[in-house]
Structures are given as structure tokens and as C-alpha cells.
């Protein structure tokens, strides 16, 4: 399997005009830069060899300015050893093929620009990636100053050119047997050939027995299509940003959105950001309530959800029948940990659904990404109330609300839709693409899996402001 593998170990030294690149404390050869891309201060350049773990050979001499004891970047791709060479020689179309999707290491992205503005006063080395249509662009903080940010730097290459016309494979008719599956021992003579027609794994029979495959037909699997053409934009529907708040060590966070759904609202969008548990480790679920939050209901949740760390594998769990829906992974307290949710209501005559989706930083660098579902089948449900496993939660929201009359498709929602109180609160969080598809329609959701667990939470009051406020309640105590 072919990877993009990011090494930064020590730092180096470079003299413009010059081909020479000297390491402190690097580990170029135990590392295999050779033919890896050296990024320093937003400028490349192609790696041609290496002499040691802290001498090497640019491809080119180097276009920008001296450099000593810089921090760096050197991007190299690994695969099985049998493959090592032509991997590295496929790495720019193999990145160009993949429809946006990212192996490099950074400590936080967006899909605007403007998104980089909450990391200007990060530390020099801080890597911010803007994530859009497909591309991805690299910006690292120049020094420890406010907003000084080198230039982005595209990771992506032009599409290299077709590769040789590989060797011709076996000739299925040559085997002297085939099957659906592996040989039995009982089956043909010494000496014979065998090809399982499901995997095109191929084996020999000796000493009356066929063994381990000998080897293969199949080839490895192909590059991936092009990406076809962006669909139409689809009518625009009637969405507003309803209100926005911050709760600060709350036992939940209510909204009531009985009057929002009179006012003819059936969809909504609940974001999240900053969201910190009070005890380590808690996850936050959430609960529906058909009388406007005066209880909430406590029993028939079904939900799942599936969760992937980047570098790591992947799990899933989930419910069949539940006293609540889980929204999120675990979260931690510790510094520099932080998780952002999105969540998706659906409210209809007879049920209520919520998918969220949670992007979680730990403070080992470590990225998260999570996504729940969920419905319970009661009838006219008008509030939710959102809380921790465990403990208390705070952070800030913000609630937006679509009538369901008409389809939006990539809709972003802009000064001129709101008034003066929402639109202060909406710049602070930035601008938030909505796209939905009609009411037949699920949004869209990679599948998921089931597990299960249990929790109850207290609620305590927060602090909100609204063009049409959401009622926040205190209540000792939820009611199943």
C-alpha cells in the first residue's frame, strides 16, 4: 500500500543557488528521503540523493533564501519493499487521483481561509491545511508573530505521464485445474497447477500437497477515475440562523424549538465549537422532547455511529434501543484538545433523526473524526437537550433552522439573510455551508455500525442571546 509519510526530525541548512542540503540532528538515510519533496519556509525542492543521515543532494539548486538551522518538511512515499522505486515515481499522480484526500501531517484545517485567522498567534512551525474542491494547501507559521504565515504551498502535483505497459499475466487456460476456492490435497497429481477462480491465486502440487499459493494472476488495483463534473446547484430554500450562545459548565445545553417548528421549520443544524467536558473522557449524547423540554424522553433511541483516527483503525458502535442518542467520541481536558461538532435535526409528524459529525484534536496531535445516527419514533417532538456522559460541558453554539419546502444545495448563508443580533453572532463563527437534500432523502452518511451504553445528566442554565431567543432552562433533574 502506497502512503505519504512526512519527516521533520533535527533541522537543516541551505545556501541559495546551491544544491547541498546539511541536517542537525536529521536522519536522512534511516529515513529514505531519497526523491521526497524538502519544503522550508513555503519553498521546495525535489530531493535527488543522500549521502548520510545529515548530507544530501537537491535535484535543483535551491530557489530561496539561506537558511540555517531551519525547521523543515520532507515528503516521501513508502510502499512493499518490491515496490519502493516505482512508488516513489507515482507518488505526484497517485496524490493527483485521489479526490482531495490528505496524508500529511498538520495541527489544524478549514475549508476557507479565513478559518486560518483563529491560529494567527500560534507558534512558529504551526501548520494550518485549507482543505477545498479537492485540493489541499499548506500554510506553516514563519515565526511566533501574529498572522506571519509563509506562502501555501499546493499538495499537488501535475499529472506525470503513463507509466510502462506492465508484463503480461498467466494465461488462465494454462492450469491444469481451476475452482472456487482453494485446492483440496485430495484433488490432482504432483506437478500440476491450480488457479482459485475467486482471488486468481495460483499453486503447485507437490509431495501430495498443494501448499501455500505460489502465486497470482490478479494485478494490483488500478488508479482511481477521474472526478467527474460538480452537479447543478440546486433551488435555494428559505434558511435562517436562529440563535447562538455559549453555555459555560452547564449540565446540558436545552433548546426549545416549539416555536421555530410553528414558525414552519422542520430541519435544523446545531454547531458546536470549543466544546469541553468538565471530566476527562466523557462523550455527549442527546435526548428529544415532544412538550417543549419540560421532560425529555427517555427510552426507543436507536443510533450508531462509526469513528476513524487518522493513522489508526477505524470502530464503529451503536444501539438498537437506547435511553439516549451518542453524538460524540470521548473527549478530553487536557491542553490543546479540543472537538467541533456539527449536528442535523430532522423533525417530522412521527419521529425525529440527528446525524452529527464531530472533528476531535487531542492534545497528542492525534485527529478524530466521528460520525453519528440516530431517530426515535415519537410523534411531534419540538425540543432536544444535549449533554455529557459525565460532568458538565461547555461551549459555544450556534442554531440555524431550513423550512423543508425546497432543496438546498450549497447555500452559504450571508449578512443580507439576517438581522443586525444574528449576524454579529454568525461572524464569529464564520460562514457555514448547508447543503440538504429534500424530506424522501437521508443527508448524506458513510455506513455505520451498532453499539451501546447509558447515561443521565442534570442541566443548569447558560448564557444566550438571540433574534428570537431559544428557551434555556434550568431543571435539577431530566425526566425519562
Known amino acids: 500500500m502506497t502512503s505519504l509519510i512526512v519527516e521533520k526530525t ?88 485521489l479526490e482531495g484526500q490528505v496524508f500529511f501531517n498538520y495541527d489544524a484545517f478549514g475549508e476557507a481561509l479565513a478559518d486560518r485567522d483563529a491560529f494567527d498567534d500560534e507558534a512558529k512551525g504551526f501548520k494550518f491545511a485549507l482543505i477545498s474542491d479537492g485540493d489541499a494547501v499548506l500554510y506553516v507559521k514563519a515565526s511566533a508573530s501574529s498572522a506571519d504565515w509563509t506562502d501555501g504551498v499546493t499538495i499537488r502535483g501535475d499529472k506525470g505521464d503513463t507509466g510502462a505497459t506492465g508484463p503480461a499475466g498467466e494465461d488462465g487456460q494454462a492450469f491444469d485445474r481451476k475452482g472456487a476456492g482453494a485446492p483440496d490435497d485430495g484433488d490432482g497429481s504432483n506437478g500440476e497447477t491450480y488457479l482459485n477462480t475467486v482471488n486468481g491465486d495460483t499453486y503447485v502440487k507437490a509431495a501430495g500437497t498443494w501448499g501455500a499459493p505460489t502465486g497470482s494472476i490478479k494485478g494490483d488495483q488500478g488508479i482511481q477515475g477521474v472526478k467527474g463534473d460538480k452537479g447543478d446547484t440546486g433551488q435555494v430554500g428559505t434558511e435562517a440562523l436562529l440563535d447562538s450562545g455559549t453555555a459555560t459548565g452547564a449540565g446540558a445545553l436545552e433548546l426549545d424549538l416549539s416555536t421555530y417548528v410553528a414558525a414552519g421549520y422542520d430541519r435544523f443544524r446545531v454547531v458546536l465549537r470549543g466544546l469541553t467536558p468538565s471530566v476527562d473522557g466523557a462523550f455527549m449524547g442527546a435526548q428529544f422532547s415532544a412538550n417543549g423540554g419540560s421532560s425529555y424522553e427517555g427510552a426507543g433511541y436507536v443510533h450508531a455511529y462509526e469513528r476513524g483516527i487518522v493513522g489508526g483503525s477505524p470502530d464503529s458502535g451503536g444501539s438498537a434501543s437506547d435511553s439516549y442518542m451518542r453524538v460524540t467520541t470521548a473527549i478530553g481536558t487536557d491542553a490543546g484538545e479540543f472537538a467541533e461538532i456539527t449536528i442535523d435535526i430532522d423533525l417530522t409528524a412521527t419521529r425525529g433523526t440527528m446525524e452529527a459529525r464531530t472533528l476531535l484534536k487531542s492534545d497528542t496531535g492525534a485527529v478524530i473524526l466521528m460520525r453519528a445516527q440516530g431517530r426515535l419514533a415519537v410523534a411531534d417532538l419540538n425540543a432536544l437537550q444535549f ?94
Not at 448547508?434 to 452518511?445: E, F, L, T
Not at 451498532?450 to 442534570?458: C, E, F, G, T
Not at 442541566?459 to 425526566?479: D, H
Open 10 to 97: 533535527g533541522t537543516v541548512s541551505l545556501t541559495a543557488g546551491s544544491k547541498v542540503l546539511s541536517g542537525t540532528l536529521t536522519a536522512f538515510s534511516a529515513a529514505a528521503v531519497s526523491g521526497g519533496m524538502l519544503i522550508v519556509d513555503g519553498v521546495s525542492a525535489a530531493i535527488a540523493s543522500v549521502e548520510s543521515d545529515t548530507a544530501a543532494t537537491l535535484e535543483q539548486n535551491w530557489a530561496g533564501e539561506n537558511a540555517t538551522d531551519a525547521d523543515y518538511v520532507i515528503m516521501r512515499s513508502t510502499a512493499e519493499a518490491a515496490r519502493l522505486t516505482n512508488a516513489q515515481d507515482k507518488l505526484s499522480d497517485l496524490i493527483a487521483q
Open 387 to 480: 449533554f455529557m456522559s459525565g460532568g458538565t460541558i461547555t461551549s459555544s453554539w450556534v442554531l440555524f433552522g431550513f423550512d423543508g419546502t425546497t432543496v438546498v444545495g450549497d447555500e452559504t448563508l450571508t449578512d443580507a439573510k439576517l438581522s443586525p443580533t444574528a449576524r454579529v453572532s454568525y461572524a464569529a463563527f464564520g460562514a457555514f455551508p448547508i447543503a440538504r437534500k429534500s424530506r424522501p432523502q437521508r443527508w448524506a452518511m458513510t455506513s455505520i455500525g451498532w453499539a451501546a451504553s447509558a447515561m443521565r445528566r442534570r442541566a443548569t442554565p447558560m448564557a444566550t442571546s438571540s433574534p428570537i431567543p431559544a428557551r434555556l432552562r434550568s431543571r435539577r433533574a431530566m425526566r425519562g
